[in-house]
């Protein structure tokens, strides 16, 4: 295999590329921490399979989806738990803010939106890629429905790698602006517990959109909450394809640029105010 060689990236990228591979490589050593959630959302995976799986002995024609494409989903959501767990967050960026140490990471000849982002994606990124492996080759396995099926086709796989790249920048993208936000105030824990109460409701964490109520699932669907992961992972399933997987694509896209340059603009607002006291 060919080693990526940061000389021979452009030169505007290679600072950014530098900061990804170091977090990607510091997230990697935190190998007890990923085996200890693995286990935990093995754990938790099971139990929502078999919740649903109850509900669904009771009526299942009343439900808006297939069990067996709700089991891909699940399974889904728990591989990908670290791409996609908005709670988490980087307490370095927060410290930084809080402590003065923004100062250092101003002086630095690089901008720092897209330091940060990148440096969220690194860590996300390492997280799922330590995880996600082990949880998928045991949902592979599992008897139907139980276990996570293949995508319907070559098409339906395409546009799910798709979806998932754009959901998962379309997460960091909003995640920026709690980051953003903790410039303006003393404390983020406020902004960080309303902001994750919503994301982890309206994207699909908790209860997957389809189950939602058909004007209020409409009107989610065009939210960036939606872009995220219930996006991507219903594509998987088989339960969104055709016209509609790529109208919800461009979705994605749309919220991406506009989460994104809304980021930028903050950032460049917030720093003109930004005081350090200190010697």
Sequence with gaps: MKRFNLSKAPVGMKKYLSFFKIRFIAGLSYRSAAWAGVFTQFGWGFMTVLMFKAFYESSPESFPILFSSLSSYIWLQ???LAMFMFWFFDGEIFDSITSGGIAYELCRPCGLYAMWFVK???ARLSNA??????ILLVAVF???PYGISPPDGILSAVLFLISLILGFLVLIALSMLIYISAIYTLSSAGVRILATSAVEFLSGAIIPIPFFPDGLRAVIELTPFAAMQST??????????GDKAVFLIGVQLVWLAALGLFGVFAMSRALKRVTVQGG
């Design 129 to 134: 890629a330590l995880r996600s492996v082990p």
């Design 78 to 80: 728990q591989a990908l």
């Design 142 to 144: 599992l008897p139907k």
């Design 120 to 122: 969220n994606m690194a």
């Design 232 to 241: 991507p992972f219903l594509i998987y399933s088989g339960h969104i394809d």
